[in-house]
């Protein structure tokens, strides 16, 4: 026994000791210092916050990122996003699976804001590769999700609190070396202001310039072996050109009947505008054979078109029909529900072979999300106007009491059948027993294609020409039954009477209130319909390309779940940073400033949209969220910079008239298509044929070239491209390192699947704004 008890002190190291002992040498760790301003009442000051970033291998295999906090509440919403995104940058740039490893943020006092967002990206990223960050330097900048660095307020004021720390070296963004003094309310040379304070201040592009002066090493990048420009497959450019030209005819279909309607209001004018404006520079785009930017193009010429349409829609259907009319239309548009259910079915059933089938199923899931979410929009836009309306006609009924003797109302045109939009035209549901339309022959399965020899092209336009028709008429209809044409003929009947509207001195402003909801409620559903069609287009367009083979569904699923999380942090921080402060100064509550700000940004409504969808989890699969998700972190992101980063100014017609860092949105762009084009040949180089990334790449050349709006078109674009291109080289095994990562990835606990082998706005008074 004595023999034995010699070793024990070893069998304790072993047992206690050594597995801590390893997990401690495993775990990298790495302290910078933050820089913040903060206002007080008059007084600006400036100062520093360490932080402590910390990566250990994570055994039980599921993404987790911490933040720490030393008082309670102490890293507002902006601060935890910005960690969010430089956890999945991070990522990119290195061809991490977070799954691997725990991430955690350690903060002391009370701070936020997105400033920090490039030091934290470089401090993550040095503590994956095991190196440090000088303690003399620190830097202030947004991150970008390509990795540029973006503006950023109250420069001045932080390098005074740098100064105090000991700093010697400050990074800024590219372009700010004039900001704006928070005290002097003036702009002044910060390179200058540095020297006096014994701080050198360099501006930086990007995340690697950053790296290099923050650690005094190189970051190791994944590079292409090539720098070929991206090329779109002919077979790819012949099918974008035949659904070009689908968009073509459907731009003139809808603006021929918008200006049917004659004179129309301001508003509307703007929205044709704006159209018009789309429709003409699709027109020289595939003047020049560039169908990609044609495409692109048409689809705002078609939305803004149908903006006008429904307008003039509610409005005509209100005058000729009535309340019942109106209800007939909502109805009509509803049916694009029928078509959202049976699409996501298709695409349920669907299994890509490749990884370029990955990125096509995706992307068609994701458009098929964000249509769902613009019905929820649509169906809470209704639900408050039928609220209103009650309201309304309650108040009314009190006031008004019974009618005076005498009085009579129009009666409505009654043909009796229910009808609803379909691929071959207007389809006949329901014929009701008795009516007109049975005496005539009408069957349900029946296409109407004609209406007194005008052609019947949707629901909205038989609607019109029934409510045209006086109750005693005579129609003529052309039909299609079974791949025969008939000729029927019926006399329409009166309906029931509508609803006599509220005679109350308060009616016209309830109803303004009434017909605004009615008109967000059907644009809404009339964006999804075309959602729809362009995530049938993602599938025509990206499907059975050869290549890579796809990866197995666990791993799209955790891609999926980390891209979720980081754009759902994105969409409260903007609501932080952005919404709610222009909220307070309107004087509205968020929730209410939120429906203004989509009549003001339709890229809002729709990423707001995809954040409603995602929350309601319309569909389980990894594909339809990672397609969803990526396109709510790019959306919110280029929302940010374009509000938040750039100060866009909008002017008249909803367009960017001035932003206050141009010349830093020119430097991003000049990064941003470096980065898009080597992560698409990276891409290509891992047998994968990165379609789409392309597509936007072609179509961001051509935006930049535009005005304001169309450089930070083009610059989303460009984000999308070199995310999607460089998750699609990651999956595929086409990132390779430098040098390798020194942080290890542990094993799998027992009983888990080891994973396959991948083929400054002021802050809150609280707290610091960085």
Partial sequence: MKAYTRYLPVLFIILFIWPSLALALATKEVAVDALWFASRGKEVMGGTSQVIVEVEPNPRQGIRVGFFEEVAGGSGPSWRAAGWMASVLSSQLLGVDLTHYKI??????????????????????????????????????????????????????????????????????????????????????VVERGKSLGVEVREVSDISQAYQLLTGKPLPQARPANDQPPEIPGAVQAKIRNRTQVLFSKYRELISKVKMAGQLPPELGQIVTQAESAYSLAQDAAAQGLFTVAYDRMFTAVLMAQAALVATDIIQTAQSGGGQALQNYFDSLKAVRGKLDAFLNRLDMETPRTLSDVAALSEAYGLTIQAW????????????????????????????????????????????????????????????????????????????????????????????????????????????????????????????????????????????RIGQKLYEAAFFYKMADLLHTLAEDRLLIGLGFSGTPAPAVEVIDKAARLFQTTAEAGMNYLDSIVLQNQAEEAGLTLSAYRWAFMSKDPSYALAYATYLALGAGISASPYARLGAS???????????????????????????????????????????????????????????????????????????????????????????????????????GGLRLERPLPVQQPAPQPGQPSSPPPGGSEAPKSQKSL
């Fill in 373 to 512: 979410g613009s019905i929820l929009l649509g169906e809470i836009r209704e639900g408050e106007m039928e609220k209103l309306l009650k309201q309304a006609q309650e108040k009314a009924e009190k006031r008004r009491g019974s009618a005076p003797r005498g009085t009579t109302q129009t009666r409505r045109p009654q043909l009796g059948i229910q009808v609803s939009d379909s691929p071959y035209g207007v389809m006949v549901n329901q014929v009701a027993p008795g009516s007109p339309a049975e005496r005539a022959g009408l069957l349900a399965g029946d296409i109407i294609l004609q209406y007194n020899g005008i052609p019947v092209m949707d629901t909205a336009t038989l609607l019109q020409l029934v409510s045209a028709t006086q109750p005693g008429e005579f129609i003529n209809l052309l039909v299609s039954r079974g791949g025969m044409q008939l000729f029927l003929t019926a006399m329409l009947e009166s309906g029931p009477p509508p609803p006599p509207p509220p005679q109350t001195p308060a009616s016209e402003q309830e109803w303004e």
């Fill in 104 to 189: 955690s943020f350690d903060v002391g006092g009370r701070i936020d804001g997105p400033s920090a967002g490039g030091l934290m990206t470089a401090a993550l990223t040095a503590a994956f590769l095991g190196d440090q960050v000088k303690p003399e330097v620190s830097m202030t900048g947004i991150i970008n999700p390509d990795g540029t660095i973006g503006p950023v307020g109250g420069i001045p004021q932080k390098l005074e609190g740098a100064a105090k720390r000991g700093k010697k070296l400050i990074l800024i963004p590219y372009g700010q070396r004039f900001s704006m003094d928070q005290r002097l309310k003036k702009l002044v040379d």
């Fill in 630 to 732: 990526m396109a709510l972190y790019y959306g919110t992101a280029s929302l940010i910079t374009k509000y938040y980063s750039l100060g866009a100014e909008i002017g008249k017609g909803g367009r960017v008239q001035k932003v206050r860092f141009e010349k830093a949105l020119i430097n991003m762009l000049e990064r941003a298509f470096r980065n898009a084009r080597d992560g698409i040949n990276l891409a290509r180089e891992a047998g994968i044929e990165p379609i789409f990334s392309a597509f936007f790449y072609e179509a961001a050349k051509f935006l930049r070239e535009q005005d304001l709006e169309g450089k930070l078109s083009a610059l989303a674009y460009l984000w999308y491209a070199t995310a999607e291109a460089r998750m699609l080289a990651f999956l595929g």
